[in-house]
């Protein structure tokens, strides 16, 4: 959605979840010029998005906000939707755009077909695997956020020979920023003195997080492989390379979307502390409040006999 200032600081997540574009490319798209063009169109106030002027590098959802240009509402079109695999080798970073403008190849670079679609499964510039393309919103929503539970497979390997303790802290989750990581099933498929092999399969997917992760527990990750998004595997295909899927892949997806129920997590009943590491213990705990009423009353009686009457 348009200025969704509750995602400001998670720009990947508002691209996928809300299928945004920049306003000058959805004006061009809409046959109103190129895209300098509509860029003029924009420094000239003469575009609103839902009744608001819009500004250079401003974004829209073209199937839910309205775009206004020169009193005219532009309407997006009318496309069947594309569902396609792709293969991410590295380098290639998973957004539409190179923000940065350095020139870098994005996945979207890599499928050449017309119209909007949007990465399903980001990964980091340096990990390889399965990425789903689309433009069907709803799909790419609940396949992505992890409150509704939808699983992704890893084939990870790691610096030298993981420890079982290790192993048993990252399945049973550790924090993140302030956030413990969602309980994760991991197997050792072969280990060795110098790496370690495993398969992760994850309910969530925060930057960076297996990474982050393993580096925490001291083995970190020198290949990443995503091979599973639910039902969708990345198969025989070869990096760089995409495919469209079958109908019969689709109908997986979607049927495991349509199986899965918003999963919320449950608040911890009793009020006991917090003791998560940074957090601090609020006023009204026992632990700020409680000082013994023994050194209360001592206090206060040599308080009285210094205060008492001179003789």
């Known amino acids: 959605m348009f200025l969704l200032h509750s995602l400001g600081n998670f720009a990947p997540l ?16 809409a046959g109103l010029g190129s895209r300098r063009e509509c860029e003029k169109l924009i420094a000239n106030g003469r575009v609103t998005v839902n009744g608001r002027r819009a500004t250079l590098g401003d974004k829209a959802d073209p199937t839910t906000d ?17 569902y396609v695999a792709l293969h991410k080798p590295k380098g290639v970073i998973s957004s539409l755009d190179d923000e940065l403008e350095e020139g870098r190849t994005t996945v ?9 679609l949007y990465p399903v499964g980001r990964l980091d510039k340096q990990s390889t695997g399965l990425i ?16 509704y ?23 049973e989750g550790v924090y993140l920023d302030g956030r413990k990581t969602i309980p994760a099933k991991i197997s050792i498929v072969q280990q060795d003195v110098s790496f370690t092999r495993l398969e992760i399969v994850m309910r969530e997917g925060r930057k960076r997080q297996i990474r982050r992760v393993a580096n925490m527990l001291g083995f970190p ?31 997986a997806l979607k049927a495991a979307v349509a199986a899965s129920k918003e ?13 998560r590491p940074g957090k601090k213990t609020g006023r009204g705990s026992k632990q ?6 023994s050194d209360n009353r001592k206090s206060g009686s040599r308080t009285q006999r210094k205060k008492g009457p001179k003789k």
Do not use: C
């Open 221 to 251: 990750v020198t290949q990443l492989v995503r091979e599973k998004i639910g039902p969708l595997t990345l198969g025989s295909l070869k990096p760089g390379d995409w495919r469209h899927l079958t109908d019969k892949e689709v109908a």
């Open 132 to 147: 789903l393309m689309t433009n069907d919103g709803n799909l790419a929503h609940k396949l992505t956020h992890p409150r």
């Open 108 to 116: 979207r670079d890599l499928v050449p077909l017309p119209g909007h």
């Open 288 to 293: 700020s409040t409680n000082r013994p009423q």
């Open 149 to 171: 539970g939808h699983e992704k497979t890893y084939r990870v390997v790691v610096e030298g020979r993981i420890s079982q303790e290790a192993l048993a802290r990252w399945q």
């Open 263 to 275: 999963k919320r997590p449950r608040r911890k009943s009793g009020g006991k502390p917090d003791n």
């Open 66 to 82: 309205t775009i206004v240009v020169n009193g005219r509402t532009i309407k997006p079109l009318q496309t069947e939707k594309i």
């Open 14 to 29: 508002r691209e996928i979840f809300f299928m945004e574009e920049r306003v000058q490319k959805l004006m061009a798209q």
